[in-house]
């Protein structure tokens, strides 16, 4: 049962354009929504995460929306620069997934020069 | 130096042979996962341990095992590798909330 769903599965934007990449999760008891960010041939590492007491969450070019009437949250990335190009994940925990992370799909970025 | 790390990088073994993949850390956490990764299927769990005396099973454990031989050292199993157990392989620990992922090892079983 996937409890986290990612979406697009591929995303093509032009340099200095905005990239967006949305998740909704099923688990009401989930409360920790963090991305990832993967390069090739390299671990994810954690770039940004909220918790649903706040609605958003900025640092740098990079925001977390946060819906939790509609379970959904989304990634954009701002001012999309060609080293932004990676693989990302969002992923959820929380309540008897305490300490484990569901992740969803994962987005593949392509950013154009 | 690394904080986790995995080993082997890379491993090329045939159907039916037991292969094991190592992870170490030097962050000092207490709890360590294992992941394997599919194209398009993102990120899924393998097994978890949240102390040395601790085991459980993740959402894909069959056709797995896995030792915690300390707090520094927790390894994966396939006991008799089958083709389709072919993926990407991640290593990760954590205090509370944020996982540290190793570089990965990828195993092809033909």
């Known amino acids: 049962q996937q409890q986290v769903k990612q979406s697009p599965q591929s995303l093509i934007v032009q340099k200095g354009g905005i990239s967006i990449i949305n998740c909704a999760y099923e688990n009401t008891a989930f409360d920790y929504f963090p991305w990832y960010q993967q390069f090739p041939g390299k671990g994810p590492a954690l770039l940004i995460a909220i918790r649903p007491d706040v609605s958003e969450k900025k640092e740098g070019r990079f925001t977390i929306s946060f819906n939790k009437s509609a379970k959904q949250f989304s990634l954009h990335i701002m001012d999309s620069q060609p080293g932004d190009s990676a693989t990302y994940f969002c992923?959820?925990?929380?309540?008897?997934?305490?300490?484990?992370?569901?992740f969803g799909q994962g987005t593949i970025l392509t950013v154009h020069p | 130096d690394a904080d986790v790390t995995q080993t082997p990088r890379n491993r090329i073994t045939k159907t039916g042979k037991r292969i094991m993949l190592e992870c170490s850390q030097t962050?000092?956490?207490?709890?360590m996962y294992w992941y394997r990764q599919d194209p398009g299927l993102g990120l899924q769990l393998i097994y978890y341990s949240f102390d040395v005396k601790d085991i459980n099973k993740g959402e894909i454990s069959d056709g797995y095992s896995v030792s915690r031989q300390a707090q520094a050292k927790f390894s994966l199993s396939l006991e008799s590798a089958i083709p389709n157990q072919t993926a990407l392989y991640f290593c990760?620990?954590?205090?509370?909330?944020?996982?540290?992922f190793g570089p990965g090892t990828r195993l092809t079983v033909l």
């Open positions: 990760a620990t954590s205090d509370l909330n944020e996982q540290f």
């Open positions: 962050k000092g956490h207490d709890r």
């Open positions: 992923a959820a925990s929380g309540g008897t997934s305490y300490g484990k992370l569901t």
